[in-house]
Every structure is written in structure tokens, then in C-alpha cells.
């Protein structure tokens, strides 16, 4: 399908929707009892969205939002609440009736935000060419929408060009555990339904880095549906335009653990207990979020042993490894990470088969935010499932 006819179709599904008001998507994790003290019915009823804008939580007064995709504007709501009088949000969408609605409420949020004039702009506009001034915007949202964007890349382009040097970005989306068949691309409806747009989770990661940003990483991330075999995954992501100043310079990093070995987004590779020298973007990389807790930072090199206090190891159990269906995804900010059965996490890569013993170990807190797992035996597997010995190293 062209890109056009995928457009017009997304845009039709979604014209329609504000009139029927029908119940599209995907669970999502709002407290409607407070978003209703201060945003209209209409508004909540046409939140389409699939997931919290956990995002949102991170705003301070004063900062600049903007929400790709905004619909009925819920998510620009709760953004004003949160940035303030003195903050300003923008929200963008290519659907006229959507933007009728959001537009229509502005001025009752404002209102009940006790605000002298509402902070919220509707722009009508592509996520692909956004109607946006560079450097604007602090915190970038969106719930939902990339999935429906024939190009995805050229949005992420347009995400790192519209965010300031030091912005973020939280985004809500459908991705799958692996490229879809052309019968499911190509149906018309199921674009609408936040599915044919759907990229590979890898392939959605590898774009948003490509498109500049760093220490992209999962949130969240959840199953959604199955269809004919192919996962939907609701996920939330969450990523950096660097300004690549070091808060204090530290001059060595030691990976600590749980991983025997990593590689960061700059391409460095670290070995459990081994000090690296960092040059001050990679010390700027790795005193971020998801990176610094993997870390020991030192002025002075500081090796460390399995006997050291500070090393940090999950052991797999001495038991048997059954086969249950179980996958797992390495989902950000590491390109690669190995554990301590010598198995090896790749970023860029489709979704890795794993063993009980691995699903037990991934799942501890340790493991758990870098990784996604999901099940694609549909919860049975044959009782002669295969089994391995203890140490026999085969899973
Ligand atoms: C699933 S709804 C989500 C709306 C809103 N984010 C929410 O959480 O309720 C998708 C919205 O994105 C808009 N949209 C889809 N593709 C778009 C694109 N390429 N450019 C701008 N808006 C788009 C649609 O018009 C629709 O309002």
C-alpha cells in the first residue's frame, strides 16, 4: 500500500472515531478518577492511547511539551496541569475532527486549572513534517501513533530535530516480536487498529538511535495480542539528545554486574570486575539512568573481584533447563549484554529462545529492566519437553 492511501485511511479511521466514540486500543494505566476533576468527558472517551505517559511524571513548571498525535488531547491535559501556567504544550495532529474536539476543551481546562488562558496549542500537522520550530520542545509524548506512521524513521528524524540539546522523549507504542507477513501490512483496517504499522520491536529501538538519540530504553513493556502467531507488544520507550557534558568527570567505570559483559551505545565494551578509562562522553553516557547502577565509577582504576562486596551476580539455578516457549528481547539502552551462562543479548537482533533457568535469571529485578519476555507456546508445552543437565551449558 502507498503511503498516501495508508494516511488517508488512518485519518478516516480516526475521523470516524470521534463521532462514534468507539472503544479502540489498547488498555492504558490512567487514574481517571483524578483526570476527571479537571478534563471533560468527551475528551477521556476518546482516549486511544496505549499506555500511561509515564513521561509526564518526569515534567517540571515551565518546561515545553510536545505531544505527537494528540486525539482528543488527554495527554496534552494532564501536560498542562503538570508544566504549569508558565509551561507551554503543543499538540499535534493530522485529523481535523480531532483536533475540533481537543480544541473545543481547552478552554474548560484552562478554566478548571484555574489558568488566566489555556498553555495548550493545537497545531494541525504530519509527525512526518512537523509544524514545529527546532530546539522547541523539552519532553516529547506520544501514545499510540508511530505505529500508524507509513514512515517511521523520518519521524524520529523529526522527534530529534524539534527536541532541545538535554530533552527526552516517552513514547507509547505497538511493536511485534517480528516482521509482520504482507497479508497484515497490506489490510486496510488493521492499520487503524494499531496493528500493520507495527515494527519489530528491534527494528523501532535500532530507528530512534539511528535518528541520534541515546540511553533508549524500555519503561514498560507488556503483551498485548496475538494474531496468526505474531506477538503485539504495548511498550513504552524512553531516550535522550545528549549535550554530552559530564555533571563531575569520573576517569574509570568497573562493571559491577549483573552482566559478565556489556557493550554501550558508543560501542565501548566493559568486563565484569575490569576498569575502563572513560573519555568524558562515555562518562556522560554512562552516569545516566540504566547505565550508572551497572557501574562503579573511580578517579583511579579500581578492579574488582567475585569476593568483592560490590560484585553483582544472578546465578543461574543448578536444575534442569526446560523449554517452555519463553523469548526474550534485550530492549535498551545496552547493544549487547552477556550473562553468566554465557548467553549473548544483542539489541539489534529478533528475539531470543530461552530456557526456564534463563526466564528465572531475566526476571530477577537485577535483569528484568533491560529485557522483555514473552511466551509463544500459548502457556502449554509438551510434559517430554527436553531437559538438560545442570552445568551441561546446552541452554
Ligand atoms: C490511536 S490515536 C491516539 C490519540 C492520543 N494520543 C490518545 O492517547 O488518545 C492516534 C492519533 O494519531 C493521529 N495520527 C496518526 N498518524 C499521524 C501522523 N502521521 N501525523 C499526525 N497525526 C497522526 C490520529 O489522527 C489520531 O488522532
Known amino acids: 500500500m502507498e503511503s498516501h492511501v495508508i494516511t488517508r485511511s488512518v485519518n478516516e479511521r480516526y475521523a470516524r472515531a470521534v463521532t462514534t466514540g468507539e472503544e479502540m486500543c489498547c488498555p492504558t494505566g490512567y487514574n481517571y478518577e483524578e483526570l476527571r476533576a479537571f478534563i471533560p468527558d468527551p475528551v477521556l472517551k476518546v482516549s486511544y492511547g496505549c499506555g500511561t505517559p509515564i513521561g509526564l511524571t518526569t515534567v517540571q513548571p515551565g518546561e515545553t511539551v510536545l505531544d505527537i498525535g494528540s486525539g482528543g488531547g488527554i495527554d496534552c491535559f494532564e501536560a498542562s496541569r503538570r508544566v504549569g501556567a508558565s509551561g507551554q504544550v503543543i499538540g499535534l495532529d493530522m485529523t481535523d475532527e480531532m483536533l475540533a474536539l481537543a480544541q473545543a476543551h481547552a478552554p474548560t481546562v484552562a478554566s478548571n486549572l484555574g489558568y488566566a488562558q489555556s498553555n495548550v496549542e493545537f497545531r494541525k500537522g504530519q509527525a512526518?513534517?512537523?509544524?514545529?520550530?527546532d530546539a522547541t520542545a523539552d519532553l516529547i509524548v506520544s501514545n499510540c501513533v508511530i505505529n500508524l506512521s507509513p514512515d517511521k524513521d523520518t519521524v524520529f528524524r523529526e522527534m530529534f530535530r524539534v527536541l532541545r540539546p538535554?530533552?527526552?522523549f516517552s513514547i507509547s507504542d505497538i511493536v511485534t516480536d517480528q516482521p509482520l507477513p504482507q497479508?497484515?501490512?497490506?489490510?486496510?483496517?488493521?492499520?487503524?487498529?494499531?496493528?500493520?504499522?507495527?515494527?519489530?520491536?528491534?527494528?523501532?529501538?535500532?530507528?530512534?538511535?539511528?535518528?541520534?538519540?541515546?540511553?533508549?530504553?524500555?519503561?514498560?513493556?507488556?503483551?498485548?495480542?496475538?494474531?496468526?502467531?505474531?506477538?503485539?507488544?504495548?511498550?513504552?520507550?524512553a531516550g535522550y539528545k545528549m549535550t554530552w557534558t559530564s555533571p563531575t568527570a569520573p576517569q574509570f567505570a568497573t562493571l559491577k554486574g549483573p552482566f559478565s559483559q556489556v557493550r554501550d551505545e558508543l560501542g565501548h565494551t566493559y568486563q565484569r570486575g575490569i576498569p575502563e578509562p572513560l573519555d568524558p562522553r562515555t562518562a556522560a553516557l554512562l552516569q545516566m539512568s540504566h547505565y550508572a547502577g551497572l557501574f562503579l565509577f573511580s578517579k583511579t582504576p579500581t578492579p574488582l573481584t567475585r569476593d568483592d562486596p560490590r560484585w553483582v551476580a544472578v546465578w543461574p539455578d543448578e536444575?534442569?533447563?526446560?523449554?517452555?516457549?519463553?523469548?526474550?528481547?534485550l530492549t535498551g539502552p545496552l547493544?549487547?549484554?552477556?550473562?553468566?551462562?554465557?548467553?549473548?543479548f544483542s539489541g539489534d537482533?529478533?528475539?531470543?529462545?530461552?530456557?526456564?533457568?534463563?526466564?528465572?535469571?531475566?526476571?530477577?529485578?537485577?535483569?528484568?529492566?533491560?529485557?522483555?519476555?514473552?511466551?509463544?507456546?500459548?502457556?502449554?508445552?509438551?510434559?517430554?519437553a527436553e531437559t538438560c543437565q545442570p552445568s551441561s551449558g546446552c541452554c
Not at 128 to 133: C, F, L, N
Not at 204 to 209: I, K, N, P, S, T
Request: contains cysteine; negative net charge; aromatic residues 12%.
Open 319 to 329: 536444575a534442569d533447563c526446560i523449554w517452555k516457549g519463553d523469548f526474550a528481547l
Open 166 to 168: 538535554g530533552g527526552r
Open 335 to 344: 547493544l549487547e549484554a552477556q550473562d553468566d551462562d554465557g548467553h549473548t
Open 128 to 133: 512526518e513534517a512537523m509544524p514545529v520550530e
Open 183 to 237: 497479508y497484515l501490512i497490506h489490510d486496510r483496517e488493521k492499520w487503524g487498529d494499531c496493528l500493520s504499522g507495527a515494527l519489530p520491536f528491534h527494528q523501532y529501538w535500532h530507528g530512534l538511535r539511528t535518528a541520534g538519540f541515546v540511553n533508549v530504553h524500555q519503561v514498560t513493556l507488556m503483551p498485548w495480542r496475538v494474531i496468526d502467531g505474531f506477538h503485539f507488544l504495548s511498550v513504552t520507550l
Open 349 to 384: 537482533t529478533l528475539p531470543v529462545e530461552i530456557c526456564s533457568k534463563t526466564r528465572k535469571v531475566l526476571d530477577h529485578a537485577l535483569y528484568a529492566p533491560y529485557f522483555g519476555t514473552f511466551n509463544r507456546a500459548g502457556g502449554h508445552v509438551p510434559t517430554e
